[in-house]
């Protein structure tokens, strides 16, 4: 599980040609590191702060690689990259073509004046879990051969109008928590939502992410072959147990109405859970991902993991896998177009005029609203296009970078912080939850020695109209910049503590909703779809367009790491037989 926040890739490669990462077993001895992906070399600065993107340069860059492939992926982000990397386990060609100048997407780093931040995730558990009730991108890396060293850890920091308080994961160490802050009637609803969800997990958790496919194979894949345990989860449970099951598919909100939860704290906090997970209250995400959730925080034993080295860890660990098999990633390559022949798929176009030809298969891993902006328009029925467009967007993101003295910082300083202003005005109301991270904490390369790297952030609830039209170099956009920015600092100074001075910091980066629209090329700057439980389903992964298949936050299960890694996985798996994809099951152990 994982913060889901999007933000810039901000790296700049100085090469004259698009990098290639090429399989170890043809003749190279280049190595790659996405987190470390500009060599050394200093970025040019953006109006940001943040460093351009090689890719907005008006030179075309050109493709010097084998001209086609049997899959093409657009886009690395950890979707991209998990669809890509199964593939080429399953021994197709697989090629991925990424505008910007390093793979991950919304999930790589980068590094300014010796600092590597994270640009999006944060919060992470379930790295090291295996087996069938594994995270989904814990088992793709399963299926790559690939670990992620952690750190692990237990708690974070909660800034709240009631007070602050450090929450750890667990069965019993929240009830403490309730007690001093909320009231006792809070430890009743607490320990009862607890009872009726942790049994459900079982049920939540019985059909591996892994083993689900995108065709009637599913049949087979997962249905055959999980059905018992799924049923005798069910069974397990009693007639209660399995009557709430039934409400895996609906918001989360009916089965804490079912209990009568009433609490407000209760109901505040398992809102802001539910926000950190998917961006949306508990009346608009599915009770399977809650359940799950509960299930790696709640029970006994769990903790949570921040990879060593950062959250480029997992994109090195992802472009590995791809490696080993035989697949390539081409950076710099901008996709201008899919291109469609006799109704279906065939390959790109890329922003240097070039035709890269897709034998099997193009795998969109852009949002649905810049993929529909890659198809030509005379092939787009009218009703998928329709759909696409009212669909609704969340909101888009205000991010800040910082890198500071860790001189006067207290020691006992956590990695993460949360801060709520104000509980009446809703988790999801602008400027009003602020998520931080200091990651060097527990991963102290990541900042210079006596250094810290931090990243405060308010996801998915900036206003992209307030934005919408400004130059980035204006002096309007700079005011504005810092006006709504400054809902940050303020959190960041009161979470780190009176030894933190703004004016200090060696590294201020501020973005905004433009800056993601430009670095991610993600529509309107967007967090992704706002699909509520109960209103609205995700789109599968197939499109009315033969050959041309989507993964990522715009398709099922939705928006999240561990969402995003399983829409790879399912597509992939989508495009071998049956045969093949059960041998992997069996290779992995599932």
């Not at 080429?88 to 910007?100: I, N, P």
Request: with cysteine.
């Amino acid at each position: 599980m994982s913060l889901n926040t999007f933000s810039p890739n901000f790296l700049k490669l100085h090469c004259p040609s698009p990098p290639i990462l090429i399989p170890k077993s043809h003749t190279t001895k280049r190595t790659f590191l996405a987190r470390n992906a500009n060599n050394g070399s200093e970025p040019d600065p953006s109006s940001n702060g943040y460093p351009s993107p090689a890719s907005t340069k008006k030179t075309p860059t050109f493709f010097t690689g084998k001209p086609e492939a049997d899959v093409i992926v657009i886009g690395s982000g950890i979707a991209g990259l998990c669809c890509a990397g199964l593939l080429s386990r399953y021994q197709q060609d697989v090629l991925v073509l990424e505008s910007h100048d390093a793979p991950g997407g919304a999930a790589h780093s980068f590094q300014k004046k010796g600092y590597t931040f994270d640009s999006g995730p944060s919060l992470f558990s379930g790295f090291q879990s295996r087996g069938p009730q594994a995270n989904p991108l814990a088992q793709v890396l399963d299926a790559l051969g690939e670990s992620i060293p952690c750190a692990s850890y237990d708690s974070w920091m909660v800034y709240i109008p009631e007070g602050e308080f450090l929450s750890r994961i667990g069965p019993t160490e929240f009830f403490k928590d309730l007690e001093k802050y909320a009231s006792l009637d809070a430890v009743r609803e607490w320990r009862k939502l607890l009872d009726a969800i942790l049994p459900m997990s079982t049920a939540a958790m019985a059909l591996p992410p892994l083993s689900i496919r995108g065709d009637w194979g599913v049949l087979s894949t997962a249905a055959t072959r999980y059905g018992p345990s799924l049923l005798k989860s069910f069974a397990q449970m009693g007639p209660q147990g399995a009557l709430s099951a039934t409400k895996l598919l609906r918001p989360f909100s009916e089965i804490i109405d079912s209990l009568e939860l009433k609490d407000p704290f209760i109901r505040n906090w398992i809102d802001l859970l539910s926000f950190l997970l998917a961006g949306v209250k508990s009346d608009g995400v599915l009770s399977a991902e809650m359940v799950y959730m509960f299930a790696e925080w709640y029970k006994p034993g769990c903790s949570l993991e921040y990879p060593l080295h950062g959250s480029g860890a997992v994109v090195d660990a992802l472009v590995r896998g791809i490696q080993k098999f035989g697949g390539r990633i081409s950076l710099r390559s901008h996709v201008e177009k899919i291109v469609v022949e006799n109704g279906r798929a065939v390959g790109v176009k890329l922003s240097s005029g070039q035709f890269v030809r897709a034998k099997k298969a193009v795998v969109s891993n852009a949002s649905m609203w810049d993929t529909l902006d890659l198809l030509p328009k005379e092939v787009i029925p009218k009703s998928y296009e329709d759909r696409i467009k009212m669909t609704p967007q969340c909101e888009s993101f205000m991010h800040l970078h910082v890198g500071f003295d860790a001189e006067g910082i207290r020691e006992d300083l956590g990695i993460h912080h949360i801060v709520v202003n104000d509980w009446k005005r809703g988790v999801d109301a602008d400027q009003n939850v602020v998520l931080i991270s200091v990651p060097s904490v527990l991963s102290p390369d990541l900042a210079p020695p006596g250094k810290h790297v931090l990243h405060a952030y308010a996801p998915g609830t900036e206003p992209f109209e307030l934005w919408e039209g400004l130059d980035r170099k204006s002096a309007e956009y700079k005011e504005l910049k810092a006006e709504r920015s400054e809902f940050l600092w303020k959190a960041v100074e009161r979470a780190i503590g009176p030894g933190f001075d703004r004016e200090k910091c060696e590294v201020k980066l501020v973005g905004t909703p433009l800056t993601h629209r430009r670095y991610l090329r993600r529509n309107r700057g967007t967090y992704g779809p706002a699909i509520k439980a109960g209103q609205g389903t995700f789109p599968g992964h197939s499109t009315p367009i033969p050959q041309l298949y989507c993964c990522g936050d715009s398709t099922f299960p939705g928006i999240g790491v561990p969402a995003v890694a399983a829409s790879g996985a399912i597509v992939a798996n989508s495009l071998v037989s049956v045969s093949q994809h059960s041998q992997l099951l069996d290779a992995v152990g599932i």
